[in-house]
């Protein structure tokens, strides 16, 4: 059962370098989602997209852009990366939008950790 | 803007102990979830709680939902070192139906 997976596991970048994690999932889910984590900021959302065709800003979508390319594909891309886009990022899925449903349960990838120099 | 704190940041005990984690926030939540979180790992939903006052039992884990909907507990009896992660909490705001997640708890149960 390979779930969400994400790519790659680690990335090392240059200020101004441009980049794309790639995230996938194989249970059919309609919602897919981009955190981040960063030490004692719990996870806070940059972008999620609720099905097929559709994206919509989380709470710090600044510098970053998203491709729902497919049901099982939602990519995240740091077009001129910062050092204050160093963080460990989650892709996660869930089967519906997250407030539709109380129970709403989220499925999340292994994460990428960057650093941005 | 809507918080959840999880209070302790940082916790470190003995295998054998028990513990008790917090989630508070002054908003309402239609219901507030905990996942745990190993290192280099996603985190991991474990429970979802909904009715206010709901207690649910996950082997030596005890998850209570606040009789208001504001405030969570997590509760470890008996804590081995398998327990060690990080616990975070998340909340679906009844207002903005958004999902929040609080700063998370690491623990370290030492063997």
């Known amino acids: 059962n390979a779930g969400v997976t994400q790519t790659p596991k680690f990335q090392v970048l240059k200020t101004g370098q441009s980049m794309t994690l790639q995230c996938a999932q194989d249970?059919?889910?309609?919602?897919m989602y981009w955190y981040r984590q960063d030490p004692g900021m719990g996870l806070r959302l940059i972008y999620y997209?609720?099905?097929?065709?559709?994206?919509d800003k989380g709470e710090v979508p600044n510098g970053y852009n998203v491709s729902r390319l497919n049901k099982r594909e939602f990519s995240l891309r740091l077009e001129s990366a910062a050092p204050s886009q160093t963080s460990v990022y989650f892709c996660?899925?869930?089967?519906?939008?997250?407030?539709?449903?109380?129970?709403?349960?989220?499925?999340f990838g292994s994460g990428t950790q960057l650093s941005v120099l | 803007t809507q918080l959840l704190e999880q209070s302790p940041q940082f916790l470190s005990i003995q295998e054998g102990e028990n513990l008790t984690v917090y989630c508070n926030s002054s908003?309402?939540?239609?219901?507030l979830q905990w996942y745990r979180q190993e290192p280099g790992e996603g985190p991991v939903l474990l429970v979802t709680?909904?009715?206010?006052?709901e207690v649910k039992k996950l082997k030596r884990l005890t998850f209570q939902f606040g009789d208001a909907r504001k405030d969570s507990s997590l509760h470890i009896t008996a804590a081995q070192p398998g327990d060690t992660g990080l616990y975070l909490c998340?909340?679906?705001?009844?207002?903005?139906?958004?999902?929040?997640f609080g700063q998370g708890t690491t623990l370290q149960v030492k063997p």
């Open positions: 908003s309402v939540f239609s219901s």
């Open positions: 996660a899925s869930s089967e519906n939008v997250r407030g539709v449903t109380t129970n709403e349960k989220l499925f």
């Open positions: 997209s609720a099905s097929e065709g559709t994206t």
């Open positions: 709680v909904v009715t206010g006052g």
């Open positions: 998340a909340g679906i705001s009844s207002n903005t139906g958004k999902l929040i």
């Open positions: 249970m059919n889910h309609n919602s």
